[in-house]
């Protein structure tokens, strides 16, 4: 076995120690998965296996039911043992896969698609429980279709990447699978170690940094009998029943309940994001001499990086969003540029119209599937559209006068000003059905506070399950006769205590936050009927509601977009559209550049992501990316808040972008002053068939 000496290295060379995800492995249950040591990065390419084809996969079904038997996988065999913590299986190609869970933890609801694909779902678990995998023979590789906690994929919520219902997990070591084109890795509770081979084009892997507040020290990991906290006898050690609130450095709040099974959920997530920080610059605590130790984050292993872009995007330039024009009753597609505040009509988007150019028309995006779709409603009819091509696909009614919409992750709102209410629309139903179809659990229609009425700003922001609504109020205390603009934050789901453990998701309605708008201190009025639309073109672009003033200083200036935070209100930012008519309302942003690419979205810090090759690779941190570190890659684009850390050894075609750092542009990284937190991003995965 070759030794490592110890070494003292340079700012961008810098070792960065991470959690080795071989060692659950090859050393079992007696490994701590946040013991700090090296990863190695081995390749196993076999280019003679046979291409995954996703087509085959639409069709298959579940290999678990809840509370059923084991049923084999069409073209494979598989089942669980040991109470659902082992799943085993023999791809169509021969490797034999067992899967088991080290620690507390559940794979029930896991199967294999009639393509021979791993769908793994996990469930029951904490930050301490590790997923392996022993794969031998046929190719010594395995398809990876999928990766979701079991209480998202059944809750519908397949889309979102707020993380909220899903428990937090230590580490999935899954380094002999190959995440197919297409596929998804969703583990946006938390997770500290995350192991792939490889992954394929168009695929995504969108992760969280496991809250800080169970993030321990190594030292305080395992018992007095050398124990790590994987043995369940050992949990009550360590995890404190209750829940617990931490903010991390990149002031995102995030609630973690631990009930009395250890099972560790993310109960709630929210909060205005800053830059990390530069990591050189924050205080070394530690008595010890030399450089500060590597920060708790993620650790993200995947030996080959396999997307297909055509052009690299710039996340700076290529958001898009649509505005719906009443003069000539048509909905056009705009590109953002962040760094310079300006917007244009995107060429490539053929503008839609709609009948009769009617004066009131909602415009959001949505999900059919995966696929990302505009909405335009328009007297009670919403058209579907696939949002990168335009192709039509088909509408549904909805209710007269609930013209409004916006959208989460995976729920669509739509909203009524006469009627003063909120209602949840599954949209893929509701076009099966030709209406409006509520999604599961038929949530009950939902009425604003007494004293609160919706003006008909409607929107949603990604990595949330809220949406935003402009409202009038008599907000004023001073003034109790007259209503003023306020936002209230509404909840499309909410969580419940499972009996079994954990907590499941619901789509419900709630109230979350109401408040009045005060720029500078004052209060807005809005004189009844709101005569001149006041706060009803309302939309999201990333991280931050995007309100249609139409001016500036007071002046008219037509499309004039004032970015806001969701929380405070706080200014962000101006976006000018060229345009000259004032567009009556807004959709949420999308990026449809990233198509083709291996989207890596991770929310907070990652420690280090490492692999040996990259193609077509899209990195988006909202934290601080302390290490990346390739042997080559090409035509990618790196994003940090800040980037520490960058360890390449051949590039071509690569752009990293960062927030302010004390190391300047070494490591060929570009300081971007206006770079705020970007996404949480998702494949659009669309096409431009119907």
Known sequence: MRRVRPIMEGLEAR?????????????????????LAQVDVAATADPGDAPYDPRIAETAAPLMARGGAAIPAQGSSGGFSNNFQKFSYTTPRGTRVVLSIQGRGSL??????????LNLRYDLSNAYTKIVANVHGGTGRADLASVYSRDQAESGALNSVSGIGSPL?????????????????????????????????????????????????????????GNTPTYNN???????????????????????????????????????????????????????????PPPPGVVLTIDRVQGRL????????????????????????????????????????????????????????????????????????????????????GSFSVPAGFSEMGSTDSVTVIGSVAENQLRQVDVAASLAAGTAVAPPANPAPYTPPAGLSLLGGLTGLPGSFQVYSTVA??????????????????????TTADPEGGLNLV?????????????GGTFVPIPAGNPNDVATAVGSIDRNLAVNTGTTNGAPAPNTIQLFSQQTQSRRGTVVLAYGNQLSDLSESFRPDIAGSVLIDVQGTIQSIRGTTADGMVVNNAGLLNLVSFQQVTNSAIVGEPVAHVRINRRDNVVISSTARSAGSRGGVTFVPKLQQIGPLSQPHDRPQA
């Open 15 to 35: 070792q960065v120690m991470s959690a080795d995800p071989m060692g659950a492995l090859a050393g079992g249950t007696g490994v701590d998965p946040m013991t």
């Open 108 to 117: 029930e609801g896991t199967y294999v698609d009639s393509a021979g694909a």
């Open 169 to 225: 997990i230590g580490m999935i070591n899954l380094r002999q699978f190959d995440l197919v084109p297409n596929g998804t890795v969703n583990v946006t509770a938390g997770i500290g170690v995350m192991g792939l081979r490889s992954a394929g084009p168009n695929s995504q892997i969108q992760l969280r940094a496991l809250p800080e507040s169970v993030t321990l020290p190594a030292s305080e990991r395992s018992d007095t009998r």
């Open 234 to 292: 050992s949990l009550a050690n360590i995890i404190d029943v209750g829940s617990s609130s931490s903010t991390d450095s990149t002031n995102i709040q995030n609630n973690v309940i631990s009930d009395i099974f250890f099972v560790q959920s993310l109960a709630g997530s929210d909060g205005e994001f800053v830059s990390a920080g530069d990591i050189a610059l924050q205080t070394n605590e530690s008595p010890d001499p030399g450089p500060p």
């Open 310 to 393: 055509p052009v690299v995007p710039d996340v700076q330039t290529d958001a898009r969003i649509f505005g719906y024009d009443p003069v000539t009753g048509r909905v056009l597609r705009f590109q953002i540029d962040l760094n310079q505040g300006t917007g244009v009509v995107d060429a490539a988007f053929a503008p839609i119209a709609v009948a009769g150019a009617p004066a009131d028309v909602g415009v959001a995006l949505g999900r059919v599937g995966q696929r990302q779709v505009l909405l335009v409603n328009a007297a009670s009819n919403v058209s579907v559209y696939d949002a990168t091509f335009g192709t039509g696909l």
């Open 473 to 494: 109020a008599p907000f004023n205390t001073l003034q109790p006769l007259e209503n003023q603009l306020g936002y209230l934050n509404v909840a499309a789901a909410t």
């Open 507 to 519: 789509n419900r309605f709630s109230t979350v936050q109401q408040q009045a708008f005060t720029p």
